[in-house]
């Protein structure tokens, strides 16, 4: 089979391997869809916040078919469409453990779920960064159509707070710099796109939150001026969650901000326990995520689409593709 491998820091190529063997509890998937994310460049430039080995194959965000089992998978069969989550207990798929940027590869049958029938490929392989935004919205106790939602950052994570929000129906405002990448926010549901870095950011907050502020404030940029920027845009009782990562920078905060306007906020990371919620809501709200790709490249092409990523920060996500068969 043909796999995405990373060699060494910078260094990648389609290479030819093995087809994997599997256990009696692992199954057997055909990749059909994998995104390359940020945390994967990350990989290839020799740094992550666990420790791997080159050689790597990358990918935890994919869609797939089952095209074998092992003797104890009660579960799952050939044919199924299935997705995988990534963090798996001290390992994480497509970091520690080669992932799914393979023709063919192998995954635990309780790391699986089953893609729903209304969910393409395509959607399947969002359902990862889809989750951490669906989870934000979650840990924002529960936000509904009463709400109205500023979204720092549109990037991937961003953007699937944004459609999260849509579907269940709040008012959404985005705060993004990038024109394109607002028009995108709005295509995914929101309803106003202010610039973050505007001199009259804070007084177009109050104009479309009736002088009130917003009563929900999501971070998904994780630049540092956001996350203190939050603070001040936050209406009275606002509820603040901070899913974009930052470590190791500061800015200035006017942390009494908490106390006078009387805030909660919290901090997450990834999507524990949200995975059946969130392909239920996916497939129940028809919300569509697919405008979030922007790029698919083949998989046996996979040199090329992370060039792609390295080099066209246009880019929002970029898939790779593949209808490789046993």
Not at 208 to 227: F, K, N, W, Y
Request: charged share 20%; proline share 6%.
């Amino acid at each position: 089979m043909k796999a995405l491998q990373f060699e060494a820091p910078s260094t990648y190529a389609v290479n030819e391997l093995d087809l994997p063997r599997i256990g009696d509890d692992e199954v057997l998937v055909a990749s059909r869809a994998v995104g390359v994310c940020h945390s994967d460049i990350e990989l290839l430039e020799g740094r992550y916040i666990i420790p791997f080995e080159y050689p790597v194959i990358p990918g935890h965000e994919w869609a797939g078919e089952v095209v074998q089992v092992g003797r104890g998978v009660t579960g799952y069969g050939p044919g199924d469409r299935v997705v995988g989550e990534c963090v798996i207990g001290s390992d994480h798929f497509g970091f520690s453990i080669s992932g799914a940027a393979a023709e063919f590869f192998v995954a635990k049958e309780s790391w699986l779920h089953r893609l729903p029938d209304a969910l393409s490929w395509t959607q399947g392989a969002l359902v990862e960064p889809f989750s951490c935004g669906y989870y934000a919205t979650v840990q924002a106790d529960n936000l509904d159509a009463s709400d109205t939602v500023l979204v720092y950052g549109a990037g991937p994570i961003g953007l699937g707070v944004v459609a999260a929000s849509a579907g269940k129906r709040a008012k959404v405002i985005v705060a993004e710099p990038s024109a394109a990448r607002s028009g995108l926010a709005q295509t995914l549901g929101a309803e106003i796109a202010l610039d973050p870095t505007s001199a009259d950011f804070e007084d177009a907050v109050k104009e479309h939150t009736d002088g009130q502020g917003p009563s929900v404030v999501i971070e998904a940029s994780g630049r540092p001026e956001a996350m203190a920027s939050a603070l001040e845009v936050a209406g009275f009782r606002a509820r603040l969650v901070y899913v974009g990562i930052d470590v190791g920078s500061s800015v200035p905060a006017k942390l009494g901000l908490f106390q006078s306007k009387e805030l909660q906020a919290r901090g997450i990371i990834g999507s524990p326990g949200v995975w059946p919620q969130t392909l239920r809501f996916l497939a129940r709200s028809g919300v569509d995520l697919s405008p979030l790709v922007t790029c698919q490249v083949p998989l046996l092409e996979g040199d090329r689409g992370i060039r792609t990523v390295l080099e066209d920060k246009a880019q929002v996500k970029v898939h790779l593709t593949s209808d490789a068969t046993l």
